[in-house]
Structure formats: C-alpha cells, structure tokens
C-alpha cells in the first residue's frame, strides 16, 4: 500500500499535478487576514492588499492579475480584481473600505510575482482605509493559520 502511495505521488509530482495541498503555507505575524484568503498589510491609514500564499498554492500558477483603476472606491467583502490561473478565475474580494491609490503594474507583465512573492512583490493594491474599524473583522496569523488547516482538513 505505502508503495502505491509513493508510486502516485511521483506519478502525481511527475505529471505536476497536485494531490495533497501543502501544509506550511507562508503566514505573516504582522498582517491581517481575510476568510477569502486575502491579505493586508496596515501602515497608518494605508493598507497593501494581496493574495495569501494558501490562496496562491490552490491557484497554481498565476498567468493574468485583472487591476482596478487608481482612485477607484473599493468596499470590504466587494470584489475590486480577479486572479486567473492555469486552473482557475477567482474574485480578489477586498478586505478593506477605501481608494486605491496605487495598482502593483509591475502584475501586467510578471502575473507569476503573486506565485512566487505574494507578500512582497506580488501585492495588488494600495488603498487610503476608510474605516479603520473594519481591521476588527479580519483574522490575525494564528486565527487564519487555524482557518486555513480546518478548511484543507474539509477537502
């Protein structure tokens, strides 16, 4: 039987398809955390907005990052983008109330920086916070590491 497992997963690995999803996700200490698996990373009354490295591990490889205009008024829980991937289209669904005031070009012609930096240089918006008091409804890294293991554990 252990045979036929290691036998699958080679297969598995060989054929890049993915069988069981990775259990050491990157999470930050110092961020926020939205159940939609997005972050933000607050600085006064400006926040960074990205996707989580769980969100981008289920994605698989990033190949197009749909940006909103600068100015643009975003509300918490309200999709402002998409992310495409080699499996899927997802919402990028805002974690936060504001304006962007600032979209990561750098998206439009290197998408994979969300695969292979999500924290860093994959981010997606900047955003003035319209309501501070909205940081209350996210998760911080322990509540969001928990969030994400009880969500693998259901798949």
């Known amino acids: 039987m252990a045979s036929r497992l290691l036998w699958a997963s080679r297969a598995a690995s060989y ?3 993915s069988v069981f999803h990775r259990c050491f996700s990157t999470v930050l200490k110092d961020l926020k955390y939205a159940d939609s698996h997005e972050w ?3 600085d006064g ?3 960074t907005v990205g996707i989580t490295d769980h969100a981008q ?3 698989g490889e990033v190949v197009y990052v749909e ?3 600068v100015g643009a008024s975003i509300t918490q829980g309200d999709s402002f983008g998409a992310v495409e991937s080699v499996k899927a289209t997802s919402d990028v669904i805002s974690p936060v109330s504001g304006e962007v005031v ?3 070009e750098e998206l439009n012609n290197s998408p994979g920086l969300v ?3 999500p924290y860093e240089k994959g981010w997606i918006i900047k955003v003035d916070i319209k309501d501070s008091g909205e940081l209350n409804n996210l998760m911080d890294s322990e509540k969001y590491t928990k969030f994400c293991e009880e969500e693998d554990g259901k798949h």
């Open 40 to 42: 933000v990373k607050v």
């Open 57 to 59: 591990d289920h994605l």
């Open 67 to 69: 940006l909103p205009e």
């Open 45 to 47: 009354n400006s926040a």
């Open 102 to 104: 600032q979209v990561n």
């Open 15 to 17: 054929l890049r398809i």
């Open 115 to 117: 695969n292979s930096s």
